[in-house]
């Protein structure tokens, strides 16, 4: 589909992951099978249309993990097709176990059901 495939790491400052993003594209890499060489493994911390428009990438490809998303991700795809830059969404959609569950979703359910962690 794709002669070359940039996994592109955000490097978001309100944002505090557990590994920085230099650690971050190395374990992305090396997770990566070897004969994976048209795919290259990059970090940036602008905004992800201006990087595409640096380097010649003309497709996004972004997953949408919840309903949730879909609305926001669908205003960035309109915003990217504006700037020249196709943008595909892809749905992943999580296990409910695996995706984030706000704080005040989970206060209700919890004085209903199951303890909520």
């Not at 997770?31 to 911390?45: H, I, L, R």
């Not at 428009?53 to 926001?72: E, M, P, W």
């Not at 409910?96 to 359910?109: A, D, L, Q």
Request: with cysteine; hydrophobic share 45%.
């Amino acid at each position: 589909m794709f002669d070359r495939i940039i996994v592109l790491l955000a490097v978001n400052a309100d944002k505090q992951p557990t590994a920085g993003a230099t650690a971050r594209a190395v374990q992305v890499r090396d997770a990566m099978p070897a004969a994976w060489g048209n795919v290259e493994v990059d970090t940036w911390a602008g905004l992800t249309t201006a990087y595409c428009l640096r380097r010649s990438a003309t497709v996004i490809v972004r997953g949408v993990r919840t309903a949730a998303d879909l609305g926001y991700e669908y205003q960035l795809a309109a915003m990217n097709e504006q700037l020249g830059i196709q943008t595909i969404l892809v749905a992943d959609p999580s296990a409910p176990g695996r995706h984030f569950i706000h704080g005040r979703t989970r206060t209700p359910i919890g004085t209903v059901g199951p303890p909520v962690a």
